[in-house]
């Protein structure tokens, strides 16, 4: 079994900070991908940013300039450092990693999400 578990989610007013961090645990032979999603109500999940396993970056154009991923192999875990927030921010944040099992089988695996409100 694997588990993401995701934190630092909540209420702050535009143009603040919040600091998301996400934790895989289990049976985890490598970790290649991590990356974040949110998604508004009524519209589709899309990418945030993505990390690589050796911390390649990429971002949505949205969120380039304001928002810093990075990632702590040794803890198996990602950090989305966000700024200058705007409500346009406002949704469920999901992380993801694509992770090798021992038995040397590729997942793509999912948290439950955390809960990021910006208002104006």
């Known amino acids: 079994q694997v588990q993401l578990v995701e934190s630092g989610g909540g209420l702050v007013q535009a143009g603040g900070s919040l600091r998301l961090s996400c934790a895989a645990s289990?049976?985890?032979?490598?970790?290649?991908?991590m990356g974040w999603y949110r998604q508004a109500p009524g519209k589709q999940r899309e990418l945030v940013a993505v990390?690589?396993?050796?911390?390649?970056?990429t971002y949505a154009d949205s969120v380039k300039g304001r928002v810093t991923i990075s990632r702590d192999n040794a803890k198996n875990t990602v950090y989305l450092q966000m700024n200058s927030l705007k409500p346009e921010d406002t949704g469920v944040y999901y992380c993801?990693?694509?992770?090798?099992?021992?038995?040397?089988?590729?997942?793509?695996?999912w948290g439950r999400g955390t809960q990021v409100t910006v208002s104006s």
């Open positions: 289990g049976n985890i032979f490598s970790i290649s991908d």
């Open positions: 993801n990693a694509k992770i090798t099992r021992y038995t040397r089988v590729l997942y793509d695996y």
């Open positions: 990390i690589t396993s050796s911390g390649t970056t």
